[in-house]
């Protein structure tokens, strides 16, 4: 099974197509910022030396633009490293994960042992995917160790405001469970930065965030992410179990850098906000879909009559586009898909083929 987008390399391996337009992964199209592709070249013989093992200028960067101590800061091999991490040191033995949602959380729970209580708390396609807060205060009566919420959640697109965080984590204050934020996504909502817990001035003893620099930056193939703790205890577990230099030297440059590529980040802040926009409603147009409101740089379907999402990812393969089908997200069924949001022009080009498709299918 596949549990992520932008498997390419298998299509390429199965069928043997040599140009694929990928639409599964939510990658920024503006790509890997021309000036580091400079720069990286410039430093290659870093390659000779092990990184500093305290990552020390990056975290400061990162600290500094959110406005937390560089303690705080936690680096890892992609946001991936940081779940892994912190369910490992937590070592939690009753979960509550907010789903559909990306499946890594799953697993990284599941690594620790088979016997862990894992529960789902579901964000219904009737309430348009909106996490619902009166449920939500009635499940945490059944005591849980840690609680996961993805916010920008991955596939629905769905972003919950900072007032609405706060009222989940002063839930998990009372309850003494723990608050794994993953806000991988969050760059991708407009003014962000107000909008984060990590703003809150509620006690944060208890909240864990996650971040990752591959879906803003388009740099996947670096692997580069953080966590922002607050409690010092918590701290010094994860800095104890965390291996050393998993961070390697080229992505330590490259996120000193593109955390100030000031140009990069307001050139990506303008397009996401207009083609979001652009991409609902001209999928919304094709009446055999049912479109999902997004606030990040994807977006989340349903077919409602004709074929499955199986089937739809087979006859875009066809065209050269590579889609998302996302039946094997928790709660979703063999109808849902996602698309990532890329340029107008390939855009255009995604909504042609899925319109011709549909047109095809009525005949």
């Keep these: 099974m596949d549990f992520h987008g932008g498997n390419i390399y298998k299509i390429f391996r199965e069928r043997k197509i040599k140009n694929i337009l990928d639409y599964s992964s939510n990658i920024n199209p503006f790509g890997i910022p021309e000036n580091l592709k400079k720069l990286i070249l410039e430093n290659l013989e870093t390659l000779e030396k092990y990184p500093d093992p305290d990552y020390f200028e990056l975290r400061k960067k990162i600290a500094k633009k959110n406005g937390v101590h560089l ?12 779940i892994f991490l912190i369910t490992k040191v937590l070592n939690p033995k009753k979960v509550l994960i ?16 088979d016997d862990i209580a894992i529960q789902y708390f579901k964000l219904e396609e009737k309430e348009n995917f909106k996490f619902n807060q009166k449920k939500f205060e009635m499940e945490m009566e059944k005591n849980y160790d840690l609680v996961i919420i993805c916010n920008p959640n991955n596939p629905t697109g769905k972003f919950l405001q900072r007032d609405e965080m706060e009222k989940i984590l002063e839930k998990c204050n009372k309850k003494n469970t723990k608050l794994l934020v993953d806000e991988a996504f969050i760059e991708f909502v407009e003014n962000w930065k107000e909008k984060t817990i990590a703003q809150t001035k509620i006690d944060k003893k208890n909240l864990f965030i996650i971040r990752a620099f591959t879906k803003f930056f388009a740099i996947p193939g670096l692997r580069l ?11 010094f577990k994860v800095n104890a179990k965390k291996e050393p230099w998993s961070v390697n030297s080229l992505a330590e440059i490259a996120g000193t850098y593109v955390i100030d590529d000031l140009e990069y980040i307001k050139k990506t802040e303008n397009w996401i906000q207009l083609e979001k926009k652009y991409m609902f409603e001209q999928l919304s147009k094709i009446k055999e879909l049912e479109v999902f409101e997004t606030e990040v740089n994807f977006i989340l379907a349903k077919i409602k009559k004709g074929m499955n999402s199986k089937k739809l990812q087979e006859k875009m393969l066809e065209h050269g586009i590579l889609i998302r089908d996302a039946s094997n997200f928790i709660f979703l069924n063999k109808n849902f898909f996602r698309l990532a949001i890329k340029d107008r022009r390939n855009n255009d080009f995604v909504l042609e083929k899925l319109s011709l498709i549909f047109s095809f299918e009525k005949k």
């Excluded at 303690?71 to 940081?82: K, V």
């Excluded at 907010?98 to 042992?113: D, H, I």
Aim: proline share 3%.
């Design 225 to 235: 992410g953080y966590g922002i703790f607050f409690d010092k205890e918590d701290i």
């Design 98 to 113: 907010a789903a559909p949602t990306f499946g890594e959380y799953e697993r990284a729970v599941k690594s620790l042992q």
């Design 71 to 82: 303690e705080n800061i936690i680096l890892g091999n992609g946001a991936t490293e940081i």
